[in-house]
């Protein structure tokens, strides 16, 4: 099955002020980003923690400050669906008041519905018992609905595009792998067209690369692809060794992508490629929670150190021994 969650968090991260500029205009509006966003995984997981009815998938929650002029700062809570799912509402709400009510803020929660079904449209929750009444609406954007904007997203400098339409192809192509290889080339070809640095490349390639995921026997067919498409722009990114340390821990398993990861990026004195390996293992060990910690402990941590905390990460029984273990 198609990964669009853990994909779309790592886009939020990376991608933050140029999704809201897509997805919620008149919020972006709002917003003075002349001030840098503060991510909130650590309060929200706190939020997370406490609840009593089975998982929960929340996934970002981000300080803003308002152009408004208020000191007041704003949390906005990113909420991505990719199925329908009656409780959705209900959740929405459950995480909006458990927010309003631990932090004392203002709270925007912000729907982001990723599935296929163009009649499911959740935008609200209402509770109604002996003339007590509640209504609660909140923002939506259905990413299916960019299907009618598939020119504009074509012809848009902004990285987040490019990942809907991934998204969309990936929705439209999951019985039609032939076809979904031809999209992935495609919007491989747009990556190196729109004159993105080496790194954004990287980045952005990485995230398509997630969403469309590919059989094994056509991933020969689309390398060799990359590899045209890099020859014709003169730009070898991917097929260099940063391709190694931020795909192949995926494509070819934890070991031997950690392992290639670390050897090549050694050689290169490429940092990043480490840091992206280590987070890749320990979000496949220890999920979500993982990779707050991950990024604690490779913050300004030269080669000698990624490399021990990269091997420890293989082997420790949890994230906290981890921490523990590199703790500054």
């Known amino acids: 099955m198609t990964e669009f969650d853990h ?3 790592e886009a939020i991260d990376e991608y933050f002020s140029f999704f809201v500029l897509l997805c919620f205009p008149e919020i972006f509006a709002q917003i ?6 503060r991510l909130l995984d650590k309060e929200l997981q706190q939020i997370a923690s406490q609840s009593e009815s089975g998982v929960r998938y929340v996934d970002k929650l981000v300080e803003v400050k308002l152009l408004s002029g208020e000191v007041e700062w704003v949390l906005i809570h990113i909420e991505f669906q990719n199925q329908k799912e009656t409780e959705f509402p209900k959740r929405m709400f459950s995480y909006f008041y458990r927010l309003t009510d631990k932090y004392d803020r203002r709270v925007v929660s912000l729907a982001v519905l990723g599935d296929g079904n163009p009649q499911w449209r959740p935008s609200s929750y209402s509770l109604a018992t002996l ?3 509640l209504e609660f609406r909140f923002p939506m954007v259905k990413l299916l609905d960019f299907e009618a904007r598939t020119d504009e997203l074509e012809s848009s400098a902004n990285p987040v595009s490019l990942l809907i339409l991934a998204h969309l192809h990936a929705l439209r192509t999951q019985r039609r792998p032939s076809d979904r290889l031809q999209w992935k080339i495609k919007l491989v070809r747009a990556l190196y067209e729109r004159g993105y640095s080496k790194l954004e490349v990287l980045k952005i390639f990485r995230l398509i690369d997630w969403m469309l995921d590919l059989p094994k026997d056509l991933e020969p067919t689309f390398r060799t692809a990359v590899e045209q498409i890099e020859e014709e722009k003169n730009m070898p990114y991917v097929t260099s060794i940063e391709r190694l340390a931020h795909a192949e821990g995926i494509e070819q398993g934890i070991e031997q992508g950690i392992e290639q990861g670390l050897e090549q990026g050694l050689e290169q004195g490429l940092e990043q490629g480490i840091e992206r390996s280590i ?5 496949k060990r220890f999920g979500e929670i ?6 604690e402990l490779t913050s300004d941590s030269d ?15 949890s994230v906290d021994q981890l921490r523990t273990m590199f703790a500054r």
């Open 7 to 9: 994909p779309w968090k």
């Open 32 to 37: 003075d980003w002349s001030v840098a966003p």
């Open 131 to 133: 003339g007590c009444e």
């Open 279 to 283: 987070e890749i293992l320990v979000r």
């Open 290 to 295: 993982g990779i707050s910690i991950a990024r």
């Open 303 to 317: 080669l000698p150190r990624l490399e021990q905390i990269l091997e420890s990460a293989a082997t420790v029984q």
